[in-house]
């Protein structure tokens, strides 16, 4: 997409690369969604979440839809950089990167999801660290937030491993029920703290001329 340089925007680390999600990316990805590669046991998303509808094929529809309705909304109160997470040229999942009133609080939040067969590697971990140094190191965020479900115990681990602290607690609904959420907080300062030196920022710029980030 050359005329568009957001999705030309990449985060490499020594074991995977964030990739602009293309269309081509998506497609590519969206046989990983098909499979039902993105379940999981507890269920991690809230409602409403295309990964719930049971039809493989509805449900891939719904996923890019909310893809391509999102990744067109770029406004001062809210905006949403999506990539495709590969490993040795594979898809594998998803990461995304949101800014919250982001130009008035420097905020940035994160959603990501990994092919069930990929998990247990380190993988998590490693995407969360990548988008972080995106975040802080390559657009000058002040803090970054997330939240995971009590009992969704991966993520949960990836944000203590990070260093943000707890930040109290939250209810959302998954598959209608109500289910309490650990919300979590890293500052730019506590991130410098753990600052890795392997993880590559390319085509940055594009943010800089294309999101509204002061």
């Not at 050359?2 to 998506?26: F, H, I, M, Q, W």
């Not at 839809?65 to 909304?73: D, E, P, V």
């Not at 607690?169 to 991130?191: I, S, V, Y």
């Given at each position: 997409?050359?005329?568009?340089?957001?999705?030309?925007?990449?985060?490499?680390?020594?074991?995977?690369?964030?990739?602009?999600?293309?269309?081509?990316?998506?497609?590519q990805l969206a046989e990983v969604v098909h499979a039902g590669m993105t379940h999981a046991n507890p269920a991690p998303y809230d409602d409403p979440m295309s990964f719930y509808e049971t039809d493989p094929?509805?449900?891939v529809a719904k996923w890019l839809?909310?893809?391509?309705?999102?990744?067109?909304?770029v406004e001062p109160d809210a905006w949403r950089l999506y990539f495709v997470v590969m490993v040795d040229d594979r898809p594998v999942g998803e990461q995304t990167l949101s800014g919250v009133d982001f130009s008035t609080f420097g905020t940035v939040t994160t959603f990501s999801w990994l092919s069930a067969d990929e998990r247990g590697r380190g993988l998590g971990h490693?995407?969360?660290a990548a988008i972080l140094h995106l975040a802080f190191d390559g657009l000058g965020a002040k803090e970054a937030t997330s939240d995971a479900f009590v009992d969704n115990h991966g993520s949960n681990a990836i944000s203590k491993g990070l260093g943000y602290s707890?930040?109290?607690?939250?209810?959302?609904?998954?598959?209608?029920?109500?289910?309490?959420?650990?919300?979590?907080?890293?500052?730019?300062?506590?991130?410098e703290g753990r600052r890795r030196n392997d993880i590559q920022l390319h085509n940055v710029e594009a943010c800089h001329a294309l999101l509204p980030l002061s």
């Open positions: 997409m050359k005329n568009y340089p957001l999705l030309r925007v990449r985060v490499s680390t020594p074991t995977l690369e964030l990739r602009g999600a293309t269309d081509e990316l998506l497609d094929d509805l449900r839809r909310a893809i391509w309705r999102r990744r067109g909304q490693e995407m969360r707890p930040n109290g607690f939250d209810w959302a609904t998954r598959h209608g029920e109500p289910a309490l959420l650990n919300r979590w907080r890293l500052t730019k300062d506590d991130w």
